[in-house]
């Protein structure tokens, strides 16, 4: 079992960076993917980004690439999204995930999900 908590979220305007972080609990924390997923208003939840077992391969969907970038801790548990060049778009609730199943980029191969945190962004 595994519990994801996210933190991070905020309002911020066009341009600026904001970055999540999210906390697992439990000591198998290195065995699993990691992804950010995204889901705004009146929209299905879509894959933004993931992670290998030991942060060696990265995926980004094709909106995030050039200015978001996910990485890990496995150390504390951790694992991060930095985002830049934040637009308008990129407003949503933010959920991390983790899986063992690949493909990493399905949202149907995450087990684990977080409560979310709320990303806004103004023009």
């Known amino acids: 079992q595994v519990q994801l908590v996210e933190s991070g979220g905020g309002s911020v305007q066009a341009g600026g960076s904001l970055r999540l972080s999210c906390a697992a609990s439990?000591?198998?924390?290195?065995?699993?993917?990691m992804a950010w997923f995204r889901q705004a208003p009146g929209k299905e939840r879509e894959f933004v980004t993931a992670?290998?077992?030991?942060?060696?391969?990265?995926y980004y969907a094709d909106f995030v690439k050039g200015r978001f970038i996910i990485s890990r801790d496995n150390a504390k548990n951790t694992v991060y999204l930095q985002m830049n060049s934040l637009k308008p778009e990129d407003t949503a609730v933010y959920y991390c995930a983790a899986g063992r199943r690949l493909p990493i980029v399905h949202l149907r191969n995450f087990d684990y999900w977080g409560p979310g945190t709320q990303v806004t962004v103004s023009s």
């Open positions: 439990g000591r198998t924390f290195s065995s699993y993917a």
């Open positions: 992670i290998h077992w030991s942060g060696g391969r990265t």
